[in-house]
Nanobody, 124 residues
Framework: VQLVESGGGSVQAGGSLTLSCTTS????????MAWFRQAPGKEREGLAV???????AYSESVRGRFTISGDIAKNALYLEMTKLEPEDTAMYYC????????????????????WGQGTQVTVS
């Protein structure tokens, strides 16, 4: 499975961006699909996930500001980001993981085996 992110860019604090991730194959009901980010000098952080059963999960740092969604017909995953803060500046990645992944593990980057190249988000 190949993943390609897009939609990153520079935005002022308080603004919004929507990231997209297109996949080379249908991931519906096959994988957990998630968004992660990594800022310079920091560990990769799990942000939001859609499990293969449709369950959504968010990290505390983005809950209420970010929304994950998918378009099965387009083999696409999205991350709508609102109320952006300078602390959201990072490289953002989409990833695909095992079809069955316990809720407690869904935001752990080590559980995922397909990754995109990332798209940069800068908030000033």
């Amino acid at each position: 499975v190949q993943l390609v992110e897009s939609g990153g860019g520079s935005v002022q604090a308080g603004g919004s961006l929507t990231l997209s991730c297109t996949t080379s194959a249908s991931t519906s009901n096959m994988y957990c699909m998630a968004w992660f980010r990594q800022a310079p000098g920091k560990e990769r952080e799990g942000l939001a996930v859609i499990r293969s059963d449709g369950i959504l999960a968010y990290s505390e740092s983005v809950r209420g500001r970010f929304t994950i969604s998918g378009d099965i017909a387009k083999n696409a995953l999205y991350l709508e980001m609102t109320k952006l803060e300078p602390e959201d500046t990072a490289m953002y990645y989409c990833a695909a993981g095992p079809r069955v992944l316990p809720t407690a593990w869904v935001l752990q980057p080590g559980r995922y085996f397909y990754w995109g190249q990332g798209t940069q988000v800068t908030v000033s």
